[in-house]
């Protein structure tokens, strides 16, 4: 067990030079999964440019939202709803020990680049936001749920680096009319 922590670290740590060195990168080799069956699904989030699809639950408590991200993307409590003014924070896992569709749903999420669409469908009523802004955060920073309400703002959020849960990606995203 401390082997595979101490491997785990290393990695972490020597992340940038794992591709260049052995020409490994854990953001290329994502389990890739048939995300057909939540085409359908009347509460989706679907990212065209990285063939991402899938449900979206909408927990009350935190408790409930960390108990649901293995088997669905969350809708962060507390925070806006799709298509109001504010703004709606979606989470999931970019990388988990519990295998299936949703562990590594948001592994990705890090090639999106300004003005990438990103399309969520609230009771398949069909709700478009451009990508504005892709950054880092603190594990604690918080400040990103009370964030963005002069307007109608998405924020896709999960653990990064890939494979540990040391701080937060944070990608933005602006409703368009």
Same mark, same amino acid.
């Given at each position: 067990?401390?082997?595979? +922590?101490?491997?785990? @670290?290393?990695?972490?740590?020597? /992340? ?9 990168? %854990?953001?290329?080799? !994502? ?10 699904? %009347?509460?989706? @989030?679907?990212? $065209?440019?990285?063939?991402? #699809?899938?449900?979206?639950? /909408? $927990? ?12 669905? *993307?969350?809708? =962060? %409590?507390?925070?806006?709803? #799709?298509?109001?003014?504010?703004? #709606? ?7 988990? !020990?519990? $295998? ?13 680049? +300004?003005?990438? %669409? !990103?399309? *969520? ?9 451009? +990508?504005?802004?892709?950054?880092? *955060? ?5 400040? =990103? ?7 109608? =703002? ?6 990064? $680096? ?16």
């Amino acid at each position: 067990m401390v082997t595979l +922590v101490l491997v785990g @670290l290393w990695v972490a740590i020597n /992340y940038d030079g794992l591709e260049r060195n052995l020409g490994f990168n %854990p953001s290329k080799n !994502i389990q890739q999964f048939d995300n057909s069956k939540w085409k359908n699904e %009347p509460n989706r @989030l679907e990212i $065209p440019s990285l063939d991402v #699809v899938g449900k979206i639950e /909408y $927990p009350t408590t935190i408790d409930d939202m960390n108990a649901n991200l293995d088997r669905a *993307i969350n809708h =962060y %409590p507390g925070t806006a709803e #799709v298509g109001t003014v504010g703004n #709606v924070v979606l989470t999931a896992h970019s990388s988990s !020990i519990v $295998p299936g569709y949703y562990s590594n749903i948001f592994a990705t999420i890090n090639r999106l680049n +300004v003005a990438d %669409p !990103i399309i *969520i469908y609230r009771n398949n009523n069909k709700y478009t936001y451009n +990508v504005v802004e892709s950054r880092e *955060i603190e594990a604690s920073d918080t400040a =990103y749920v009370n964030s963005h309400q002069d307007g109608k =703002y998405l924020t896709l959020l999960t653990c990064w $680096p890939l494979g540990t849960d040391w701080k937060r990606l944070a990608v933005t995203a602006e409703e368009t009319e």
